[in-house]
């Protein structure tokens, strides 16, 4: 992607893992493609390369048996699969254009960011960055998305990468302020901002979220991830800066919520660290896996 440094998809979520398939899925931005690996422990068994249904496929979201795919180049656009006995079959009538008007030379903060369910499965949330400056929520139901989503817009935030906190907020990574927000999504679709707090560091853009409700937001250009709570209003405390190597990207929680694992792009490293009582963190390790400098995309069991 034209513009990024140590994220070549300039997105969150290009992995996504269903536990309860044993499936993995991974877009391939070069080929527009998706491919499907069937989880077998500690191995991977590759069992389906499929067509994003678009360009530049950069995020993907499951529920049930529901695929979404983000293609974020030619205006950009959401592609809709069912997954059926571990294979993912295209549903045309899925298919929503984004009209965003991105192209092959657009810079890193004119594609959209993410694409994830809401908690209960009922919402589909897009973010765009600075395409269009605004969170766009489907309705989604047995028979796919809404024709058209509800629009929120964020003149100036450059929404990236979102997670829900455990009151089922959504919260929102704000690259052009650097803050991390809260949001009530109306039944509707419509967003009401609840909460918000600066980082106080640079490139903020990724956020995951612990099982007790932690958040955990990556600063790519401070080398450093931030820890922060919320309340049931909706009020988003700061508790901390953690260092990290260069270029942190995307980070992913275990299943059972004792460690974090955070992707530094600029040399390609897996930071781990253990989540204390309270969401501080202490690093127990670092790997560099072979290739992966500007790679973006991570899940954990």
């Known amino acids: 992607m034209t513009g990024s440094v140590v994220d070549h998809l300039a997105s969150e979520g290009s992995l996504a893992y269903d536990r309860q398939a044993g499936l993995l899925y991974a877009v391939n931005a070069g080929s527009n493609t998706i491919t499907v690996f069937s989880v077998r422990g500690d191995t991977l068994i590759r069992s389906q390369v499929i067509s994003s249904g678009g360009q530049?496929?950069?995020?993907?979201?499951?529920?049930?048996?529901?695929?979404?795919?983000?293609?974020?180049?030619?205006?950009?656009?959401?592609?809709?699969f069912v997954q059926?006995?571990?294979?993912?079959i295209p549903v045309p009538s899925w298919q929503r254009d984004l009209g965003l008007g991105t192209s092959s030379s657009t810079v890193f903060t004119g594609t959209p960011g993410q694409i994830a369910f809401t908690p209960d499965g009922s919402q589909l949330v897009v973010t765009t960055k600075g395409a269009a400056n605004s969170v766009?929520?489907?309705?989604?139901?047995?028979?796919?998305?809404s024709a058209q989503p509800t629009v929120t817009s964020l003149p100036g935030q450059l929404p990236f990468g979102i997670t829900f906190d455990r009151y089922g907020h959504l919260a929102l990574a704000e690259t052009g302020t650097d803050t991390v927000a809260t949001f009530a999504i109306a039944p509707g679709g419509t967003l009401t901002q609840l909460g918000s707090a600066a980082t106080g560091q640079a490139?903020?853009?990724?956020?995951?979220?612990?099982?007790?409700?932690t958040l955990y937001a990556s600063n790519a250009g401070s080398a450093s991830e931030s820890t922060l709570s919320t309340q049931p209003g909706g009020a988003v405390t700061?508790?901390?800066?953690?260092?990290?190597?260069?270029?942190?990207?995307?980070?992913?929680?275990?299943?059972?919520?004792?460690?974090?694992?955070?992707?530094?792009g600029g040399a390609g490293n897996v930071d781990a660290y253990r989540?204390?009582?309270?969401?501080?963190?202490?690093?127990?390790?670092?790997?560099?896996?072979?290739?992966?400098?500007?790679?973006?995309?991570?899940v954990a069991s």
């Not at 983000?70 to 809709?80: D, K, P, Q, T, Y």
């Not at 766009?136 to 998305?145: C, I, N, Q």
């Not at 700061?238 to 059972?256: I, Q």
């Open 56 to 80: 530049f496929p950069v995020s993907i979201a499951v529920r049930g048996n529901q695929v979404f795919v983000l293609n974020a180049l030619g205006g950009a656009s959401v592609s809709g």
């Open 84 to 88: 059926f006995g571990g294979r993912l």
């Open 136 to 145: 766009d929520v489907f309705a989604d139901g047995p028979s796919g998305p």
């Open 203 to 213: 490139a903020t853009c990724w956020i995951t979220a612990a099982p007790d409700g």
């Open 238 to 264: 700061l508790l901390g800066t953690t260092p990290t190597d260069a270029g942190t990207v995307d980070a992913t929680v275990s299943s059972d919520g004792q460690y974090l694992y955070v992707q530094a």
């Open 275 to 298: 989540i204390n009582p309270g969401g501080s963190l202490t690093q127990t390790g670092s790997v560099t896996v072979p290739g992966a400098a500007g790679g973006e995309g991570i």
